[in-house]
């Protein structure tokens, strides 16, 4: 009895594992390489762009467009916040720092 439930036992186990490689490998299809169509990474990395978006309004501009942008850009002083204003923002910095290492306080 004990040496005929061991055969059923293998013989199970067996046919299951089969069963289980079978239907896990039925129908897939292996793919290798990228599809045709698709452009290799390292085309890409050495392609030269030309085209840039404007930093400002996020629109299309060209190499000399961008260039003249960013000349602006530096030649023009940067925009300053009334005192008050900058006030609030660190204050509100200080408070979002407090609520992340203290999140039961109610402020």
Known sequence: MRRRKRILFLVLSFSTGIWVWLSSHWGTQVMALPPPEDTPEEILRTEIIVDAR??????????????????QLQQAPR?????????????????KTL?????????
Do not use: C, H, M, W
């Not at 609520?99 to 402020?107: A, H, S, V, Y």
């Open 54 to 71: 404007s930093p400002i309004d996020g629109k299309p501009l060209n190499a000399a467009e961008y260039l003249e942008l960013q000349e």
């Open 99 to 107: 609520l992340q290492l203290f999140p039961f306080l109610d402020l």
């Open 79 to 95: 925009p300053t916040l009334n005192s008050k204003i900058r006030e609030q923002v660190f204050l509100l910095r200080i408070r």
